[in-house]
């Protein structure tokens, strides 16, 4: 039999499936990924720029709080008397005046008021120098009252009279008992007056170190009533009409008058924003507390339910302070992560 094979044709084959295979390698050729060999740091921020503005640079949301009405600053002003007085400005000049012709010629030359003068006062000569300068009746007859009590004398109003009687003789009448704290409240007469006192927002002992450093225990007596957060006061009643003043004056939350906002941090957590804030701010030398039951010229008090931070200052100033540090630390944090490689076969 004839041999009918074809050996060219074999070899090619061979050499066709050779060339095959090797193309086959070449795609398989292994690869890692390159975020594996070369992980990927995160992105930089970008430097800020050196005019930034403090308020443009934190992220700190500022909001208004609920706000009592403000406390007047200063002496509330009591008139002790319901006399209608001139407008005419009064001027004075007595230089060494006995003092019963010095009572007649203020109260019934110059004031032209109705006045009853006690017995005794009328034979009194006690020398008496006063120079005022234009000013209106009510005050100069303040004036005039603060001068005769210097001499024991006091003065106070009856039926639209005025009574010139010596002090003892007012301080030995039995007392008129009364329960208000309406300076309205407060009679005008001879008689001392008990006037039960309710305090709002301060405690008795506070109350009473503040009367008896101001009037002394000899004009008002000041009992404390612990139990009802009260004061009982014992005196004449243009004096106790002058310690109701002082009260409504000093009776007033601790801080009444303070500026206060609300202060959401968007990166840091109140506790931590707060923390630093207090540290920051005793270093530059502010008297700062955190807690309700502390003191200090500036109070912040965290709500931890809404990552807030209500933040109380004496003056706007300080709270802009306040308000610009937050800023500045209420930022991203820039750690960077874990720089671990790994390794995939």
């Known amino acids: ?24 390698c070449a795609e398989r050729t292994l690869s890692f990924p390159t975020a594996v060999l070369a992980p990927a740091l995160p ?26 009405a403000s406390v007047p600053a200063g002496r509330i002003q009591v008139e002790p008397f319901q006399l209608r007085l001139g407008a005419e400005p009064v001027t004075a000049n007595f230089d060494q005046m006995p003092l019963n012709a010095f009572i007649n010629t203020v109260f019934g030359d110059i004031l032209k008021v109705s006045y009853q003068l006690d017995a ?7 020398p008496v120098t006063l120079r005022a300068e234009p000013q209106p009746p009510q005050r100069f007859l303040e004036l005039v009252r603060q001068v005769l009590g210097s001499y024991g004398i006091a003065v106070t109003e009856r039926s639209g009279v005025l009574q010139i009687i010596p002090s003892a003789t007012l ?11 309406a300076l309205a409240d407060v009679p005008v007469g001879l008689r001392p007056v008990f006037q039960y006192v309710e305090l709002l927002h301060v405690r008795p002992q506070t109350i009473a170190t503040v009367i008896n450093d101001a009037f002394g225990q000899q004009r008002v007596r000041v009992s404390q009533m612990a139990s009802s957060n009260a004061v009982l006061l014992l005196g004449l009643p243009d004096d106790v009409r002058a310690v109701l003043a002082t009260i409504q004056l000093f009776d007033q939350p601790a801080l009444a008058n303070r500026i206060a906002v609300k202060m959401t941090p968007s990166y840091w957590t109140v506790e931590r924003l707060g923390g630093k804030l207090a540290e920051i701010l005793k270093t530059e030398g502010y008297e700062v507390s955190s807690r309700i039951d502390a003191v200090g010229l500036i109070q912040m008090i965290p ?34 992560g874990n720089n671990t490689i790994f390794y995939y076969a």
């Open 1 to 24: 039999m004839a041999d009918r094979s074809f050996p060219g044709r074999g070899t090619g084959v061979l050499v066709l499936l050779l060339l095959l295979a090797a193309a086959g």
């Open 43 to 68: 992105p930089k921020p970008p430097p800020a720029a050196a005019e930034t503005p403090a308020s443009a640079r934190g992220s700190v949301d500022v909001a208004p709080v609920p706000r009592r």
């Open 120 to 126: 005794g006062l009328g034979t009194r000569v006690d």
């Open 303 to 336: 709500i931890e339910t809404i990552n807030a931070l209500i933040v109380f200052a004496p003056d706007q100033a300080t709270l802009d302070h306040v308000l610009q540090w937050a800023r500045e630390l209420d930022q991203p944090s820039q750690v960077i």
């Open 171 to 181: 301080a030995q009448q039995i007392p008129q008992i009364i329960r208000s704290r």
